[in-house]
């Protein structure tokens, strides 16, 4: 995934720049980058953060830096933001999306003039300095951002700094945020709600989908306006969402509440001592479900947080496995002879669940009932960059189906089988599921309920990972 966030201001802005992207630190893993326009050029500082975190690493770099306006991110993958200089000028641009169709817009650059490209990521172009490639075809800057969104098979929100102002840029459809704040004599854009507020700044408005506007220190310009028609991620409020995150006016710490509500309220058989949730993000809907069910909430195991960064951080799975189970401290009298209920934001692979569950019955679990606050996941996303997931047989569900099925080649039709909640399949591929990781039960949140849970319009709502649904 990743994390982006821009301010522009009457005054040196440098500090809200560098706070505000550490906000989003929660959503990115290999790289963090600065980009501060001085009044007479650009200046730039990008860090590896894979193993200290994005404040350690640019502390020195703030005390020599300045400019009223600049740019930041947290980025999962290549190295930014980037300084590029075209014949729309000169200009920083920092992105979060995803480019499905990689090969053929190279292809089409190559065609077009383009002799090479300078950002490389491994063997891979820089995916920020392509968009920066298609918005430089067009005559205006506004144009180009909307050309590059409209060109791109997947999605794209981006910043992009010039000497006069930033743009803020939502994709298309509104799959991942952009918030705007503002404050006496200064604007700011932002992934993440809550990223500006301990600076002083108060929430403007939301982009919408496709929105492109133009920031000042002295007010906000559309440029290009939204679309009626939007998607918005799911997984921003059950999964990767920060806890004192907000989208589309709803809360997501809220949310979850609402969703272990919605699962307490189906469950209406298990037998057991405490509730718990997967740390992090399951905690929420574990606290909703245990307030509803009036079961006690606890904490059988600990996350130890000073050394051990996120599970998925890791690009390796074996490594992320291992990180998952170093990092969870048992609580021996909360979980010896107990029977326990875990909610966990979702399950993906399963590897890591499996794990957790076989220690906690090393740890003297009597029974491990577990709960998904998501529907069961069928398709890895094509829209975003939050799963390292490189086929949809990495899935758990994939993996079942294709046992149940006796072979990987299964028809769009009996995958929509096995993920429909009132088909038998769909059963049987739970009840398989819990075998072969362990549990004692297993439930799934249904879609309604995840729905309803988050509390707009559904058409509004990205559902594909789960129904295949565009």
């Not at 979060?96 to 891979?124: D, P, T, W, Y």
């Not at 409209?150 to 939502?170: F, K, P, V, W």
């Not at 130890?304 to 998925?312: A, D, G, H, Q």
Request: charged share 25%.
């Amino acid at each position: 995934m990743g994390g982006i966030f821009g301010a522009v201001s009457k005054t040196d802005c440098v500090m809200d720049v560098f706070f505000g992207t550490d906000y989003h630190s929660h959503l990115g893993t290999r790289r963090g980058g600065m980009a501060m326009y001085t009044g007479k050029g650009f200046e730039r500082a990008i860090h590896n953060i894979e193993n200290s975190p994005f404040r350690t690493k640019f502390e020195r770099d703030i005390l020599e830096m300045n400019g009223c306006m600049g740019i930041g991110c947290i980025s999962d993958n290549e190295p930014q933001p980037l300084i590029v200089r075209s014949h729309l000028g000169s200009y920083a641009i920092t992105t979060v999306g995803r480019i499905n169709n990689e090969k053929e817009l190279l292809e089409q650059a190559f065609k077009n003039g383009m002799s090479h490209f300078l950002e490389m990521s491994g063997e891979r172009i820089n995916a920020t300095e392509l968009v920066a490639s298609l918005i430089n075809q067009k005559d205006t800057l506004e144009e180009g951002i909307r050309y590059a969104q409209d060109m791109i098979d997947g999605s794209m929100t981006l910043l992009l700094l010039t000497q006069d102002g930033l743009y803020a840029a939502r994709d298309r459809m509104g799959r991942t945020p952009m918030i705007l704040g503002q404050k006496e004599g200064a604007f700011c854009a932002s992934f993440e709600s809550f990223a500006f507020l301990n600076l002083g700044y108060r929430p403007e408005r939301e982009l919408g989908a496709g929105e492109i506007v133009f920031i000042t220190p002295d007010g906000v310009t559309v440029k290009m306006p939204p679309h009626k028609k939007k998607k918005v991620c799911a997984f921003l409020w059950t999964y990767y969402g920060y806890p004192t995150s907000c989208y589309e006016g709803v809360d997501v710490e809220q949310m979850r509440y609402r969703c272990g509500e919605i699962l307490a309220k189906d469950d209406i058989e298990v037998n057991i001592d405490s509730v718990a949730g997967v740390p992090d993000s399951g905690v929420a809907h574990a606290i909703g479900y245990a307030n509803q069910s009036g079961i006690p909430f606890a904490r059988p195991f600990i996350k130890y947080t000073p050394t051990w960064p996120r599970s998925f951080m890791p690009p390796k799975q074996s490594m992320r496995n291992q990180i998952a189970h170093m990092k969870l401290i048992p609580v021996d009298s909360l979980i010896r002879d107990k029977k326990l209920l875990f909610i966990d934001d979702s399950i993906v692979r399963g590897t890591q669940m499996r794990e957790t569950v076989e220690f906690l019955y090393e740890s003297g679990a009597k029974e491990v009932h577990i709960r998904s606050a998501c529907p069961p996941i069928m398709y890895g996303c094509k829209y975003l960059n939050f799963s390292r997931s490189t086929s949809e047989m990495d899935l758990i569900t994939r993996r079942t189906i294709a046992e149940l099925e006796g072979t990987e080649d299964v028809s769009e039709e009996t995958v929509q089988q096995y993920s429909d909640f009132s088909c038998p399949k769909y059963h049987q591929m739970i009840e398989k599921i819990c075998e072969k990781l362990n549990f004692t039960s297993l439930r799934y949140q249904s879609l309604q309920g995840m729905l309803d849970s988050i509390g707009i319009d559904p058409e509004d709502v990205c559902t594909y990972c789960w129904n295949g649904k565009e």
